[in-house]
């Protein structure tokens, strides 16, 4: 049996020697002490921070207009956003409040139909929010974190 070793603090001293040694030549090549290239960096964050926060609020926004032109109704559309779980949901509200189930169980009887929606995997074949709909309705739910 081999046994992979670790890379010692020495390796760990040469990268980091490496990236100074690269980044002040990289100022040097542009003009600009490593400060200065510091705050750039700072600036470039930040700037990356925003746009990732914009593109959420617009993807945000967009999801609720699509529930709003589907449901017209406010309220059910903020617990749907909020993945509020109720009984008497119908099964197209749990899929655009939860997305499609992980697994279904389904029970053809003779008088219903009975599925129970699975969320949350935790393990092989398990499950930590089992959502029970009959006749396309919400008739209850498990949800164990």
Not at 124 to 129: A, F
Request: one cysteine or more.
């Amino acid at each position: 049996m081999s046994r992979k070793s670790s890379p010692g603090p020495l390796a760990y001293l040469i990268v980091i020697g490496l990236l100074v040694a690269a980044v002040s030549a990289f100022s040097e090549a542009i003009g600009l002490t490593v400060p200065q290239l510091g705050l750039v960096g700072v600036g470039v964050f930040v700037l990356a921070i925003s746009i990732s926060t914009a593109v959420q609020a617009a993807k945000v926004r967009r999801r609720r207009n699509e529930l709003m032109a589907k449901y017209g109704d406010d309220e059910l559309v903020a617990k749907l956003m909020g993945r509020t779980i109720w009984k008497g949901m119908e099964a197209p509200m749990v899929y655009d409040c939860l997305g499609p189930p992980l697994a279904v169980d389904r029970q053809v009887l003779k008088t219903k139909t009975k599925e129970t929606w699975k969320y949350k995997q935790t393990g092989q074949n398990k499950y930590g929010l089992h959502i029970v709909l009959e006749q396309g309705e919400v008739v209850g739910w498990t949800d164990k974190g």
